[in-house]
Every structure is written in structure tokens, then in C-alpha cells.
């Protein structure tokens, strides 16, 4: 199995951008995705594959990669971003969740 | 628009089996499709279960294989989760969640259902 690490945390202030990274060993062979999760709710998808954008996910959250770290991208971020942020990957035995991340917008 | 629905006790005896039914609405288990449950803990981490195909295959995280097992039921457009032996540590959430993947090294979940708190409490 491997390990996927993030920051347990990252303040901004609304309407600057938020960066959450998420790093491990297999990345650069392996895709990542990333999840928002709200309390109390399931987590959401809102990139696949490195960089993709589900359909209703706006366009102010972009993923990228470089190396071993990954990372979320929150553009011009706005209260309702405040959430808890978890990457994932996998390999052909599991799947690999990071410890999370949680935005707080100031 | 296809929905998830986990059900099942919500209070299991250390020792005893939690089982758990995610009911798939909208839409079929369908071949396109892995199905997976995922639990979150109290303190917030997630951990993927394991997952089936429609046909039936599995695979299962190796840290819980020797206690889970996951099975479909395609008429009922169902899939099921067992995990035996549970413990005060097996409390968390329980989510059932569907899989897109390109291969078996790109999978991500698409869909969840809302959850379902089990506690291990005698």
C-alpha cells in the first residue's frame, strides 16, 4: 500500500486562491482525484485524473501535478467553499485516501 | 438521475456482523460501473472497504479482506456489505458509492450515497 499526505489545514481570505496539496510516492505514475466534503454531508467529487472537472463543478477548482504532489486549486474562493478537502488515488490492490484538508475561508 | 441509499442496523454488538444494503435507484448496476463502500471515522479519515462488479467480481482493502464481504444482487439493483468480528474501532460512517475508472489504476467515485453511522455498542 502507499501513503497520500496533505496539510491538515489552509485559511484564505474570500475571493483569493486556495492551494491544498496531497503527496505521495506513486503519484507521478498514479491519477489522483479530489473530494469536498461539508459536514454532514458525502463527499462530492470535484476533480478526476489529475485535472478533470466533473460537469457542475465550476471552473474555479483545477487540479494539477507535479512530481510527487498533486495539487487542488480553488480560484477566487467564496464562503461556500469552506469544507474538508481529501485526495485519493489507487493501485491495482487498493485505494488510498489522504487524511484531508480543511479550508477555512476568513 | 441515479441515487445511492445505504440501510441497515445502525447499532452492532462487538464481536457480532454488521450488514449493510445500498438500495441504487435511478439508474442499474450496471457493467460500466465498479461499487464500492467507504467508511469515515469520528475523527474524519477515510477508508476505502472494498468494491464488486456487476458481474461479481471483488476486491477488498487487504487491511479488512479476512472479515468483509461485498455481494450484488442485480434484480433487487442492490449491493451488499458484511464485516465481521466488529469492534469499538469498526464505528464510522458508512458510505456506498459508485466507481468511474479508466483502468484498475484510475478509479474515482462518482457517486455517493448520504451515509450511515454504525456504532459497536453491547
Known amino acids: 500500500s502507499f501513503e497520500l499526505t496533505q496539510p491538515p489545514s489552509v485559511s484564505v481570505s474570500p475571493g483569493q486562491t486556495a492551494t491544498i496539496t496531497c503527496s505521495g510516492d506513486p503519484l507521478p505514475k498514479q491519477f489522483a482525484c479530489w473530494y469536498q466534503q461539508k459536514p454532514g454531508q458525502a463527499p462530492v467529487l470535484v476533480i478526476y485524473k489529475d485535472s478533470e472537472r466533473p460537469s457542475g463543478i465550476p471552473e474555479r477548482f483545477s487540479g494539477s501535478t507535479s512530481g510527487t504532489t498533486v495539487t487542488l486549486t480553488i480560484s477566487g474562493v467564496q464562503a461556500e467553499d469552506e469544507a474538508d478537502y481529501y485526495c485519493?488515488?489507487?493501485?491495482?490492490?487498493?485505494?488510498?485516501f489522504g487524511g484531508g484538508t480543511k479550508l477555512t475561508v476568513l | 438521475q441515479v441515487q445511492l441509499q445505504e440501510s441497515g442496523p445502525g447499532l452492532v454488538k462487538p464481536a457480532g456482523t454488521l450488514s449493510l444494503t445500498c438500495s441504487v435507484s435511478g439508474g442499474y448496476i450496471s457493467s460500466s460501473h465498479w461499487w464500492s463502500w467507504v467508511r469515515q471515522f469520528p475523527g474524519k479519515g477515510l477508508e476505502w472497504i472494498g468494491e464488486?462488479?456487476?458481474?461479481?467480481?471483488?476486491k477488498y482493502n487487504p487491511s479488512l479482506e479476512s472479515r468483509v464481504t461485498i455481494s450484488v444482487d442485480r434484480a433487487k439493483n442492490q449491493f451488499s456489505l458484511i464485516l465481521r468480528s466488529v469492534n469499538a474501532a469498526d464505528r464510522a460512517i458508512y458510505f456506498c458509492a459508485r466507481v468511474d475508472y479508466t483502468n484498475s489504476l484510475v478509479r474515482w467515485f462518482d457517486l455517493w450515497g448520504h451515509g450511515t453511522l454504525v456504532t459497536v455498542t453491547s
Open positions: 464488486i462488479y456487476a458481474t461479481g467480481g471483488t
Open positions: 485519493q488515488s489507487a493501485d491495482i490492490n487498493t485505494v488510498v
